[in-house]
């Protein structure tokens, strides 16, 4: 069982940046494809980023390419989504996620397994 305990949501102006951090406990963290996710009000939650096993894979939503990053630390059972440019339609509920197999590396949401509660990203114009 792994439990994920995201950080570093808040309230940032248009084009500033973020770095929301999970931590991850209860599992060999190096099996797990990370990924994060974001959750609009009155949207489907929806994939943003993900980190394969080694970190040396990666892969983005359209929507955040150029301007996200996501990087995993083994060593420290974390991974790290850095947001630079932030934009009004980025402000979301972010959650962590842990999965296992190619799909989960394909961003497919039911291929991730264990969730962290979210946290709240919010970007003002």
């Known amino acids: 069982q792994v439990q994920l305990v995201e950080s570093g949501g808040g309230l940032v102006q248009a084009g500033g940046s973020l770095r929301l951090s999970c931590a991850a406990s209860g599992g060999t963290f190096s099996n797990y494809v990370m990924g994060w996710f974001r959750e609009a009000p009155g949207q489907e939650r929806e994939f943003v980023a993900v980190?394969?096993?080694?970190?040396?894979?990666?892969h983005y939503a359209d929507s955040v390419e150029g301007r996200f990053t996501i990087s995993r630390d083994n060593d420290k059972n974390a991974v790290h989504l850095q947001m630079n440019n932030l934009k009004v339609e980025d402000t979301a509920v972010y959650y962590c996620a842990a999965g296992q197999g190619w799909t989960a590396v394909v961003g497919r949401a039911n291929a991730y397994g264990f969730w962290g509660q979210g946290t709240q990203v919010t970007v003002s114009s």
């Open positions: 980190v394969m096993w080694s970190g040396g894979g990666t």
